[in-house]
């Protein structure tokens, strides 16, 4: 255990940031708002093909998929350089951290070559089909159903909370192939272009807002897929779905972490002197602590619980105090667009109620506080299910 | 940074814990002599808050914590300190309070060590030609608290805070009602893991503060203030659920729990509680 930083991760840093102060995207040009998260305007596509190219996208890749083979500590200097300086590589991060990073993991060569590195390249967004309106934390009970034919799949059944769908151009969808097998055993992963005949896409708002147009319902009926856009084997979608989610957890602390020290800042600067102000540092400080122990030895993953749950619920409770610290004042909501403005130089400026309320988003996505909970108490503590 | 344990702290881990099991039953001197005999008192920092973190652990009942935390001073260096307790009162005839590098002083938070230099102490002539006695004027005295105080009674805490945890752990995995075991029920689990994350959350807090006082950091006074602090909130935590789910077995003097429970609540009493030290952290 010690202090000092590694030399080789503050080289890598000391490059990285180099590379940002020669490359960043003018404040001006980057003035335009993403309207969800794969509405990209073309500013972004340029910004996340120029990282791809200098192999600066994804460090943890190959150089032909964006990185360097970079390990942990490296990525995550990565992510805090480009914190730092309020940017993020995609918006589109679903696409890129969860499906382009599966396909890399799970996919053939050629579903690389077609998905993978066009999504990498900003050239295409996805987005992810996991929950349905059955199907919320109990994941694995999806309904959606996949027929094999002859070359392919015939899907029906509906998904909802797509985030971005209306603007993506292929899902991932995870779907029921085998009704009789065991719940977990009989899901499989298909990429499902939204342009398929059969997809409707209809996106609607979110508590921000009626036109935070992020949420979407999706209908899939009698829609054709072919065999070469099935991800892993029949049945292996609770690997791949696991796998996926895998890949955005490791270092999703990170992004509760940058958040609360957002709103830690903001609090401060609008005069907050009230002690839950120390016990919001002293989360801030125990989350990025725990963090950077996660990198450290191979940890059991139900750690990153631990993690999630600390981080999520202190972004709720600073958001939650900095609002009843502005009284009514804090009642103000003045218009923004889109869920990702936060994600430019300009300082994240929504008002605090809308901080507020879109902290239910880490609390509730990607397995609820209450589900992080059982996992520790079962994982880690050893309670019977 | 590297935020995990070597393999050589790990291992001091698992002895301390394997020996102060093994003299647990032998009376408190013999285990004293035990942890001298392994130069526990010298532990640096972080090696020391490991040490009491078990210590805290076994609900030890040597002078280990003050002896290495609050008195370290007596036998080296004095730590530089940033929490403050304040000591009021006036110390009558006491014996070589004006040339003393050192005193210690028993005040409403425990006993603390500060510098000679840091009281007005004023000779005053006694009837014993050779004892050198003074009146020491220590109304606004705000004694420095060494950091490593902090960080042990901080250490203690988590040490206190994560047996009762286990305690409980045992017992609702076994006791059984309504056809289930406990430890089966969401209620319960949901305890059982916002007490395990409080623990992680002061345990590296702790670490940190120990780090720092190690490597001395400029972030050291507030990270001492933190360990503490975070130690105080989960005390407080891992007090109410444990109690709670160990039922009226929990209230009992005979049950075990009660030790672990005061130890972990004392820490938090000791040298300001989590509130006094947020308010530290603020300033
Ligand atoms: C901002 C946002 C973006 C999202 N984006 C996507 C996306 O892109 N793709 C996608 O597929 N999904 C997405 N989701 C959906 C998300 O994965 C689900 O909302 C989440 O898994 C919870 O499911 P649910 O909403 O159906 O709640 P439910 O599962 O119905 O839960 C409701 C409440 O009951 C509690 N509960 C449920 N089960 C248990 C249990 N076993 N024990 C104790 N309490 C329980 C929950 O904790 C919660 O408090 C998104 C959600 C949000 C909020």
Redesign the pocket.
Known sequence: MKLADDPEVEEFRAQFAAFLDAHLPEEAEARERAGSSAHVPAWARRWQRTLFDACWLLPGQPPEYGGRNAGLPQQLAHLEELARRRIYHSFNP?GLGIIAASLLTFGTEEQKRRWAVPILRAEITA?????EPEA????ASLRTRAVADRDGFVVNGQ?I???GAHDADVLLTFVRTDPEAPKHRGISALLIPTGAEGVVRRPFGSIAAEDDLDFNEVFLTDVRVPRGNLIGNVGEGWRVANGSLGHERTLLWLSYAERLEDLLRDAADAGAGQEWYATLRMDLTALRLLGYRQLGLDRDPAEISVLKLLGSEAVQSASLHALEAHGAEGLEHPKRTGPYHHMHHEHFISSWFERYARS??GT????????QR?IIAERILGLPR | MEFELDEEQQLLRRTVRETVAKVRSRPAGQQWDTYLRLGWLEAPPLELALILEELGYAADPTPFLATATWFAPLTGRLPEGSGTAVFDGVGRYVLDADRADEVALLTHRGVIVVRGTELAAERVPVLDPHLHAAHVGAEDLAAKVPDLALVGLAATCVGACRRVLDLVLDHVKQRVQFGRPLGSF?AVKHKAADMHVAIERARALTHFSALTIAEDDPRRADAAHMAKAAAGECQRLVFRHGLQLSGAMGFTWENELQYHLKRAQACDLLLGTASVHRKALLA
């Open positions: 679903q987005a992810l089909g996991m929950s919320g934390s109990d994941l998904k909370w797509t985030s239910f988003a509730i996505a990607g397995g609820t506080s209450e589900i059982n | 969401q």
